[in-house]
C-alpha cells in the first residue's frame, strides 16, 4: 500500500536527493555565499517576471524576514500589526520581537482567510502594517486590503501556501503589497529544508535589509548538516513506514530514531509556541541549502500544476468549488468535518496521514494566548475552523486515484 505523508519533505524528488547526497559530503562548500546570490537573483526573476520590480533577500526563514522588514521600515513599540487570526504562532512572534502589538481578525469560514468585512473596525493611527496571508491557496484581495488600511499601512504578503500563484492579469502573489515574505520549510510549495526570502519594493529598505544581512552569522555547521539528513531520512524511512509487525516497523524505527538524536530537525522551537524569539535567530541562509533552492525553483510551476490538478478532484468528489476561484493555487486542501480525529484515523488506515494546520488557534497551546495578545473570546469564526479543520495533500506524489480514494473516505465524516 503507498504510504502518502502531508509533511515528511513532500517536495523532494530523486534529483533533490542526489543534489542533496553529493553536498552533504562537501561540507567545505556548506557555508559560502555564491549560492545564496544566485537564488536570490532567479528567486526575484521569477516573482517580478522579468521586470526588476521587487528585490529579494535569503535568510534563515520567513519569520526573520518578516522581522527584519518589519525593524527596516521603523516599525516598534507603539505600532500595531493586524494579522490574520488562522496562523500560526512563529509568524506572530515577529512582531513581539519587534516591541508592536499583534491585532488580529477574525477568519471568513468560506475563504480561510482574513475577513474583510471586520478588517476596517481593526485599523487606527497606530496601524504600521499588515500581513496578508493566502491561507491554502485561496487567494487575498490586496486591492481591497489597500483600500481598506489606506496608504500609509504597508502590506505585507505571506506566500507560504501559494507561492507561484498568479492573478488572472499574471502577476505573481507576493508582489503586490509593499514587500512579501516567503519560506522555505520543509512542508511548503518548495524547499530549502529551512529558509526563507523576503522581498522588497523601496531600494531604501531592501540596502538596509542588505547591509543587515551581511552582518549575520551563518547556520552552524551541526544545523546545517541536520537538514541535510532530513529530507534522506524520509526518503528511506516513508516507503518502509509499514513494513514489520505492527508498531515495529523499519520506517517508524527509522523515524523515532532520527528524532531522538535530533537529525530530523525542528521547524519550531519549543520556546516559540510561547511567544519566544530563538537566540540564533536571523540568520544568513547557507549557499548549500540555497542550492536545493534553486532546483525546487525549477519545478515549482510544475509542482503546481500538478496541485491544482489534484484539488480539481477534491472539488468533484467533496462537492466543493475552490477551484473556480481566480488565482487559486493549493498548498494543502483545506476541509471541515465534524470529528477530525475519526477522519484522521480512518485515513492512516490506508497509510495517509492527513495534515492538522490549524486546528489550535494559532498553532499554539491555549495557556499561550494571552502572551500572544490573542482574546479567542474575540474571534468565533476561527473557533469553530479549528474544530472542525483537517487539510488533504496535493503534493506531488498524490495521484489522481489517491485523491479520489481521499476524499471518498472524508465524505463519512462531513
Request: proline share 4%; glycine share 8%; with cysteine.
Amino acid at each position: 500500500m503507498k504510504n502518502i505523508f502531508i509533511a515528511a519533505s513532500p517536495n523532494i524528488q530523486k534529483d533533490d536527493i542526489g543534489l542533496i547526497f553529493k553536498n552533504l559530503f562537501q561540507p567545505w562548500k556548506w557555508k559560502k555565499a555564491e549560492s545564496t546570490r544566485e537564488f536570490e537573483k532567479e528567486f526575484e526573476d521569477y516573482m517580478n517576471n522579468g521586470n526588476g520590480e521587487f528585490k529579494a533577500l535569503a535568510f534563515d526563514s520567513a519569520r526573520s524576514c518578516f522581522f527584519l522588514y518589519l525593524k527596516a521600515v521603523g516599525i516598534g513599540k507603539g505600532d500595531e500589526v493586524i494579522m490574520p487570526s488562522f496562523t500560526c504562532v512563529v509568524i506572530v512572534n515577529s512582531v513581539l520581537a519587534t516591541g508592536a502589538k499583534p491585532v488580529y481578525v477574525d477568519t471568513d469560514p468560506k475563504t480561510f482567510n482574513i475577513d474583510l468585512d471586520k478588517l476596517k473596525e481593526k485599523v487606527n493611527e497606530k496601524t504600521k502594517a499588515i500581513l496578508v496571508q493566502h491561507t491554502f491557496g485561496i487567494p487575498v484581495n490586496v486591492e481591497k486590503v489597500r483600500e481598506l488600511v489606506g496608504e500609509n499601512v504597508k502590506i505585507i504578503e505571506d506566500t507560504a501556501h501559494i507561492l507561484g500563484g498568479k492573478t488572472q492579469e499574471g502577476r505573481k502573489f507576493g508582489v503586490l503589497g509593499d514587500a512579501s515574505v516567503h519560506t522555505f520549510g520543509i512542508e511548503k510549495m518548495m524547499t530549502t529544508m529551512r529558509g526563507g526570502m523576503v522581498l522588497v519594493k523601496d531600494e531604501r529598505v531592501y540596502e538596509s535589509l542588505k547591509n543587515k544581512q551581511a552582518g549575520l552569522p551563518n547556520f552552524s555547521s551541526l544545523r546545517i548538516f541536520v537538514w541535510l539528513l532530513n529530507p534522506i531520512i524520509w526518503a528511506i524511512a516513508t516507503p518502509l513506514y509499514y513494513v514489520g509487525i505492527g508498531k515495529l516497523t523499519i520506517g517508524r524505527i527509522i523515524s523515532k530514531i532520527g528524532h531522538k538524536i535530533g537529525a530530523m530537525g525542528n521547524m519550531v522551537e519549543d520556546c516559540e509556541y510561547g511567544g519566544c524569539w530563538p537566540e540564533w535567530m536571523p540568520a544568513k541562509m547557507p549557499g548549500v541549502l540555497a542550492t536545493v533552492g534553486r532546483n525546487q525553483l525549477k519545478k515549482l510551476d510544475m509542482f503546481n500544476e500538478h496541485r491544482k490538478r489534484i484539488a480539481k478532484i477534491y472539488d468533484k468528489e467533496l462537492g466543493l468549488e475552490f477551484s473556480k476561484i481566480s488565482g487559486y493555487t493549493p498548498l494543502r486542501y483545506p476541509i471541515l468535518v465534524e470529528n477530525p480525529r475519526e477522519a484522521q484515523k480512518a485515513l492512516k488506515k490506508e497509510h495517509v496521514i492527513l495534515g492538522n494546520w490549524y486546528n489550535k488557534i494559532l498553532f499554539t497551546d491555549e495557556k499561550y494566548l494571552n502572551e500572544l495578545g490573542f482574546d479567542k473570546q474575540k474571534y468565533p469564526d476561527v473557533q469553530m475552523l479549528a474544530k472542525k479543520i483537517i487539510n488533504l495533500p496535493t503534493f506531488v506524489g498524490v495521484d489522481e486515484n489517491d485523491a479520489s480514494m481521499i476524499a471518498q473516505k472524508v465524505l463519512n465524516y462531513l
